[in-house]
């Protein structure tokens, strides 16, 4: 079992769509979640933090259930502008420091 | 100001050929990583540098070497390049609990 599983989509949805994305981890131990937004030919870049008690930024809002050891991601009225791969990744703590990534999910925003 | 820099960009080169791709930070982070991205997308962490020092080593062939000559800095080598080393190299930057940034990419083509 990987690490970090995401489903890699692709998801097609018109605008204005509300959409959602999930991804679960195998290592109980982890202590911090992101995700992470990667355009075409470009580099990763952070969209959020994932906090317990979840969080919203805007028309983005990220959760995390450590019971079931996934977090998700929702984007409510969609831009064609938020067509990307979106990638989760978890941290271990410890001395590492190291973020594992997972494979990402491909959203594509369609007029 | 450019956080995390990367070069080069591009680099098209010959199987059996040995080249190095360089890595800055300006952030003044403590731990540098490289990252390799393939064909599918899938971004997988190879190296990582705390302070200078090698603390990840991801079961990379012996033909990588990472080399830290300060803390701001993460160098590449690869010899004897293989068809199969074609892949964008992400390079990165974290300070303990903080956010990871990646540096733009070195999208390395092996002929």
């Known amino acids: 079992r990987k690490e970090v599983e995401q489903d890699p989509g692709p998801f097609n949805v018109p605008e204005g769509a509300t959409v959602a994305f999930n991804c679960?981890?195998?290592?109980?131990?982890?202590?911090?979640?992101?995700?992470?937004?990667q355009d075409c030919r470009k580099e990763p870049k952070l969209?959020?933090?994932?906090?317990s008690s979840g969080n919203e930024d805007g028309r983005f809002t990220a959760q995390l259930n450590r019971?079931?050891?996934?977090?998700?991601?929702?984007?409510?009225?969609?831009?064609?502008?938020?067509?990307?791969t979106y990638l989760c990744a978890v941290d271990l703590g410890g001395a590492t420091n190291k973020l594992i990534f997972g494979t990402g999910t491909l959203l594509a925003v369609q007029p | 100001d450019t956080a995390v820099s990367q070069t080069p960009k591009y680099l098209v080169t010959q199987m059996g050929n040995d080249k190095s791709i360089k890595c800055e930070q300006n952030l003044?982070?403590?731990?540098?990583?490289?990252?390799?991205?393939?064909?599918k997308k899938f971004l997988k962490i190879m190296f990582s540098y705390n302070n200078k020092e090698l603390i990840?080593?991801?079961?990379?062939?012996?033909r990588f070497s990472p080399k830290s000559p300060d803390k701001a800095h993460l160098n590449l080598h690869i010899n004897s390049l293989e068809l199969g080393d074609s892949a964008v190299y992400f390079c990165?930057?974290?300070g303990l609990g903080e956010t990871q940034y990646f540096g733009p990419g070195t999208r390395l083509l092996v002929l």
């Open chain 2, 92 to 94: 990165a930057s974290r």
């Open chain 1, 24 to 37: 679960t981890y195998s290592n109980s131990a982890s202590q911090s979640f992101f995700w992470y937004r």
């Open chain 1, 47 to 51: 969209l959020m933090s994932v906090y």
């Open chain 2, 28 to 39: 003044g982070h403590d731990t540098m990583y490289w990252y390799k991205q393939d064909s």
């Open chain 2, 56 to 62: 990840i080593n991801e079961t990379v062939p012996n």
């Open chain 1, 67 to 84: 019971a079931s050891q996934y977090i998700s991601l929702l984007i409510r009225d969609s831009k064609l502008s938020d067509s990307a």
